[in-house]
């Protein structure tokens, strides 16, 4: 079966620093999209950084560009976000997700919306507050 654990969420400083990590069991993700997602308290889940299937393309959300990194260990099967320069709108539950590949596409772009994956983790609660 397959499964995605997240973990690395907890409580940060403003402009602190925090890594998160996926976990896939069950499967390898190559050639899977990959996104990290984020929900705050009363808003819509919203994507963060997405990996198109072939990783030609990432996406990044204008409000995290040139702060959040996006990685893949394939020896691992994990994939990260790295956060660096937090701020107070980071604050939210972050989820990885992931879709299968889908082989009729050549051209594969990043999934940006959350009805488009099919497999979710548990999400990781990130905090950042003085």
């Known amino acids: 079966q397959f499964q995605l654990v997240e973990s690395g969420g907890g409580f940060v400083q403003p402009g602190g620093s925090l890594r998160l990590s996926c976990a896939a069991s069950?499967?390898?993700?190559?050639?899977?999209?990959i996104g990290w997602f984020r929900q705050a308290p009363g808003k819509e889940r919203e994507a963060v950084s997405c990996?198109?299937?072939?990783?030609?393309?990432?996406y990044y959300a204008n409000s995290v560009k040139g702060r959040f990194t996006v990685s893949k260990d394939n020896t691992k099967n994990i994939v990260y976000l790295q956060m660096n320069n937090l701020k107070p709108e980071d604050t939210a539950v972050y989820y990885c997700?992931?879709?299968?590949?889908?082989?009729?596409?050549?051209?594969?772009?990043?999934?940006?919306?959350?009805?488009?994956?099919?497999?979710w983790g548990q999400g990781t609660q990130v905090t950042v507050s003085s």
């Open positions: 997700a992931v879709d299968p590949p889908d082989w009729s596409e050549p051209f594969p772009r990043p999934l940006l919306r959350a009805s488009e994956y099919d497999y």
């Open positions: 069950g499967s390898t993700l190559d050639y899977y999209s």
């Open positions: 990996f198109s299937a072939n990783r030609r393309n990432t």
